[in-house]
Structure formats: structure tokens, C-alpha cells
């Protein structure tokens, strides 16, 4: 008699996390809510080459540049579900949770990775912690304390730093 593999544990329900990279340039990339969180992660995405589109309707300054530059296509509107149609990965950072909670469940509804800032265990993927070191990105995950995984990660750029001196 074989034994069977443990079933996976549910998404959202402490899966083990399988860290990867995302090749997303020249694909879709959607972050509904138009903030700070965003305005820190649209131009990581862009340095990817991702086609980045934002729903909200209102913009944080650093996206407006953005937007006003063409650099991202902005949609100045509440979140709407065939907004992801045809996106390779989704984030969702509004203040509202039911919003989140919404795009969460159209991006599951297409197979549509999707991080969600309000609640990362409700998302499908997560954004780790990284950092650039000579010849390298290092990312750190601290199952869902994003504050652990910061400082792991500065401490990390902090001891390749003092090994390189």
C-alpha cells in the first residue's frame, strides 16, 4: 500500500508559501486602490516591465505622475470585475476591505494570482520583503507579518554588507 500525500492546506488557511519570480513584462499587471501602498509598488512593477493599469478614483501624487506620463493607464472609477480580464496578477490596496475581498474573489475566479495588502492570507499570493545587493535580490517571507520580514530583510542587507567589507 502507497501513502498518499497530505492534502494541500487550503489557500488562505497557512498554506506553506512556494517562493518564485514573476516574468511580467509585457503583461498585465492590476492594483485596485490608488495609495501609498501602490505608490510604492507600481514602479517595482514597471521596472519589471509589467503593463500596469490602476483603478481607483483618486490618486496618490507619485501614481498621478505616473498616469500623466503614460508610464501606467489609469481607469478613475470604482473597481469593476472584468477590470482583471486578462491580467497575469493582481493587487488590491483599498481602505476598504469588502472592495479588497472583491477583487480577491474575481482574480480566484480567473486564475489570477492576487495579493491583498488589507489581508494577505486572504490573497492568493504575497508581496515579499526584498532588497537589491550586488549581483542579487534577496526576498524574505515571514508567514504573514510583513514587519518580521522587513527587518529580516535589512538585517540581511546589513551582514552581506559587512561581508563584502
Known amino acids: 500500500m502507497t501513502e498518499q500525500p497530505p492534502s494541500p492546506t487550503p489557500p488562505g488557511q497557512g498554506a506553506p508559501v512556494y517562493l518564485t519570480g514573476l516574468l511580467l513584462a509585457g503583461r498585465k499587471v492590476v492594483a485596485v486602490g490608488g495609495g501609498r501602498v501602490h505608490a510604492r509598488r507600481v514602479p517595482k512593477l514597471l521596472a519589471a516591465g509589467a503593463d500596469v493599469v490602476v483603478v481607483a478614483p483618486l490618486l496618490h501624487p507619485g501614481l498621478a505622475a505616473l498616469a500623466a506620463s503614460g508610464q501606467i493607464t489609469w481607469q478613475e472609477r470604482t473597481f469593476e470585475d ?3 480580464d486578462g491580467a497575469w496578477y493582481v493587487l488590491a490596496a483599498t481602505d476598504d476591505p ?17 495579493v491583498r495588502a488589507d489581508r494577505g492570507e486572504a490573497g492568493s499570493a504575497w508581496t515579499p520583503a526584498t532588497a537589491a545587493v550586488p549581483g542579487a535580490t534577496i526576498a524574505v517571507q515571514a508567514s504573514h507579518d510583513p514587519m518580521h520580514a522587513r527587518a529580516l530583510r535589512d538585517r540581511l542587507v546589513e551582514l552581506l554588507g559587512e561581508a563584502g567589507e
Open 98 to 114: 469588502q472592495v479588497n475581498a472583491q477583487v480577491a474573489a474575481a482574480a480566484e475566479a480567473r486564475h489570477t494570482f492576487c
Open 82 to 84: 472584468d477590470d482583471l
